[in-house]
């Protein structure tokens, strides 16, 4: 039967098979295979240059740096990072205070430049310092660590009684101010810094060391003026010309201290006033009230056991109410009159606060401000009494 209506067959060559790859997937093999050129290359110049860099490493001709194996200047102890951290928290309510000041002699008038450090103390301008720094002075600047310059300085007052005084910048209202901490809690043995203006040329020099010793009292020289100075802290940090008035931190960077003397003829021995010395004062001051220190009104004999072996006394520490000359020790008309204290009493606390390796009644009577009414015990006859004594401001 004949299969008319069918198409003939004809044979199929190899050669004649379609193609079933896509213009897309021919172009993506044709990138691939560049990129494997290129990986080639790249691989051959690292290898080139590896082996070029080792051959110049072992040039003969070129001495080698030796270098230290587990380099200890890489390990940072504790106490690196607590004054690290102290400095970093403190600096910026640290600054240089400089004055301008003119003298006579017989060659004429001439005018003598002289620096110190000063601590923030008040957001609006502020500064706590020494006043032998601006004894004289009829021009104060003062210096942000930062090297902002302030010319409207003005000198506020002195503390009738202390190496204190406080200055004010005028048209300043968020300035970083330093935490105050409590002097009458340090130990000798503890660890401290100081931060300040070395020799008036090295602004913000840290220094540390311990607290060597309290209750310290000096004769102070600035100039032709002595001033007597007690209950002060001694310290072996490093104080140098031009650290007067900055601040001797704990390491918690509370200010602790102001920086205030040191012995010429002597290495590692320099002093600070206790911060809680300046508290009364700065109280009426951030208030804006004038410069005045609270007074109680006595004279007396800090007790030492020599003190005590002299005058025939119970105890070995204190404050013993007495006049070397004869006079009556308590000021007639005094708060402490009026309060009832009489000659020959020991007064072993102030608030509670015991006199002694804590501070004078002076000093811890400064913590206080005119107004303020404070508790004393008082020693009398073998008996222990409390008094209060409402401070009045002191009067020169």
Do not use: C
């Not at 200890?72 to 400095?87: F, H, P, W, Y």
């Amino acid at each position: 039967m004949d299969n008319k209506d069918q198409t003939p067959q004809s044979p199929v060559s190899q050669n004649n098979v379609p193609s079933s790859r896509t213009p897309r997937q021919n172009w993506l093999r044709a990138v691939g295979a560049i990129l494997i050129v290129l990986v080639i290359i790249t691989g051959v110049i690292v290898a080139f240059y590896a082996v070029r860099t080792n051959i110049d490493s072992n040039d003969g001709s070129v001495t080698k740096r030796e270098t230290t194996q587990n380099d200890g200047n890489n390990a940072v102890t504790k106490e690196e990072e607590d004054i690290a951290s102290v400095v970093s928290k403190v600096s910026p309510s640290v600054v240089s205070v400089l004055t301008k000041s003119t003298t006579s002699s017989f060659r004429g008038a001439s005018e003598q430049e002289g620096a110190g450090t000063g601590i923030i103390v008040g957001k609006d301008g502020y500064i706590l310092t020494n006043k032998h720094v601006i004894d004289g002075a009829n021009n104060v600047t003062v210096i942000s660590s930062d090297g902002t310059s302030y010319e409207d300085v003005k000198v506020l007052g002195t503390d009738p009684l202390n190496d204190v005084a406080f200055l004010k910048i005028a048209g300043v209202s968020n300035l970083p101010v330093a935490e105050l901490g409590d002097s009458t809690s340090i130990r000798v043995g503890q660890k401290v810094i100081a931060i300040g203006n070395s020799l008036g040329q090295y602004q913000n020099t840290v220094t540390s060391g311990i607290i060597s010793g309290t209750g310290r009292p000096i004769s102070a020289q600035s100039g032709e003026t002595v001033e007597s100075l007690t209950d002060l802290i001694q310290t072996d940090a490093a104080i140098n010309p031009g650290n007067s008035g900055g601040p001797l931190l704990n390491l918690s960077g509370q200010v602790i201290g102001v920086n205030t003397a040191i012995i010429e003829d002597a290495q590692g021995i320099g002093f600070a006033i206790p911060i809680s010395a300046t508290k009364g004062i700065l109280k009426g001051v951030l208030a804006g009230k004038s410069v005045e220190r609270a007074y109680l009104g006595i004279n007396y004999l800090p007790i030492t056991a020599d003190a005590a072996k002299q005058y025939n006394l119970s105890v070995k520490k204190g404050a013993y109410v007495f006049s070397s000359d004869g006079k009556n020790a308590v000021v007639s008309g005094s708060p402490a009159d009026k309060a009832g204290v009489k000659d020959k009493d020991i007064i072993t606390k102030v608030g509670n606060i015991e006199v002694g390796d804590r501070g004078g009644v002076s000093s811890l009577v400064a913590e206080y401000a005119p107004g303020d009414t404070i508790e004393l015990t008082v020693l009398r006859g073998g008996q222990t009494m409390t008094v209060k004594v409402t401070l009045a401001a002191y009067t020169s």
